[in-house]
């Protein structure tokens, strides 16, 4: 007689039996020494079921692993090996699939006056865990869209020399593109752009800028140098870089209408503040008054046929001398 094969199911726990054990959870989660117990316990339920999210909300499970996160003195002194270590790495995870609306990360951000958001830039410095420090990126891009401005204007310079250490690493297209993302997110306060400049971003953009192939990373990139330019610190370190404006220039009209804007940005910026020989003769040599001349025959947005206008118009005199330079824009 042949037998069919048992199949065994696993049948889902009722809703009050599951939020029993979350409760339980979360108590364990409260003493110390059953905290990695506990937290794994809880990612390993995660995992396991889409569904279980809402109901360990319900429990008190995201606000109880923030507030232990906010509570941890120097998240940057910590060993590999510690156990808060290893807390921190399972409890960043938990936080990073628990996907949580927009409003209840809000709040649980802007709560204690912004100190959870202070760990996480301290975990995604210098935690000793790469994982950890990608979440933690990943959920700072998501806070520094819905919080308000004031928790944004409190950041540390550390924070953006650890954007520009991960940039240059480029280990993890996500971590990259999440701290670009924050970069975003931060940069339209002044006082942010002055931090990234200081920290080296507009070097480490220039080359990046250089390399990339990826429409929605150039866009990104050009549209962060287009915020740090906007400074004249700015200006001086994209002009201290031999490749700046080549590469932006090689950039507009190759990637996409955004990109565009912003690389005519950051030229118009450029030149409108620097009135420079040397400059000028650059953006003929690497091709960017050709550039300028085309974008305003072909170019469909008539912001950046003014932009290039304005400057072809900046330099007319000198670079009208060449026997390259149209002589239709000769007037």
């Known amino acids: 007689m042949h037998l069919r ?19 339980e959870l979360v108590e364990e989660l409260k003493q110390p020494h059953l905290q990695i ?24 499970v995201a606000s109880l692993v923030v507030s232990l996160i906010a509570e941890i003195d120097d998240p940057q002194e910590i060993s590999e090996t510690n156990d808060i270590s290893i807390f921190i790495d399972e409890a960043i995870s938990v936080l990073y699939l628990l996907k949580l609306p927009d409003e209840r990360l809000k709040t649980l951000s802007e709560d204690r006056n912004g100190l959870f ?42 924070l953006f020399e650890g954007i520009t250490e991960i940039l240059k690493d480029q280990n993890s297209v ?22 990234a400049i200081e920290a080296g ?34 200006r001086v370190a994209f002009l201290a870089h031999p490749m700046g404006i080549a590469a932006v220039c090689h950039k507009i009209l190759r990637v996409s209408n955004t990109a565009n804007d912003k ?3 950051v030229l118009l910026s450029v030149f409108r503040f620097c009135n420079s020989g040397t400059i000028a003769q650059e953006l003929m040599e690497v091709g960017g008054v050709t550039k300028m001349c085309v974008v305003v025959q072909v170019e469909r947005s008539l912001k950046n046929k003014e932009k290039a206008r304005e400057i072809l118009g900046l330099h007319l005199k000198r670079w009208s001398k060449s026997p390259c330079f149209p002589s239709s824009f000769i007037a």
């Open 201 to 234: 971003v507009v070097s480490v953009l220039v080359e990046l800028l250089v390399e990339s192939n990826e429409s929605r990373v150039c866009e990104i990139m050009l549209g962060v140098l287009d915020q740090l330019c906007r400074r004249a610190e700015g």
């Open 37 to 60: 117990k506990s937290i794994r316990k809880i990612k390993a339920l995660i995992q396991e079921n889409d569904d279980h999210k809402e109901r360990m909300n319900d429990a008190g």
């Open 117 to 158: 958001v202070e760990s996480l830039c301290a975990i995604m410095i210098k935690h000793a865990s790469y994982q950890a420090r990608i979440q933690a990126a990943l959920l700072l891009k998501t806070i520094f869209r819905v919080v308000d401005d004031i928790y944004k204007s409190k950041l540390k310079a550390e």
């Open 174 to 195: 996500r971590a990259s593109m999440a701290v670009l993302s924050i970069l975003v997110q931060v940069l339209p306060l002044d006082r942010n752009r002055i931090k």
């Open 263 to 265: 690389a005519m940005n």
């Open 5 to 23: 094969p048992k199949l065994e199911l696993t049948t889902p726990m009722p809703d009050c039996t599951l939020l029993i054990l979350f409760n």
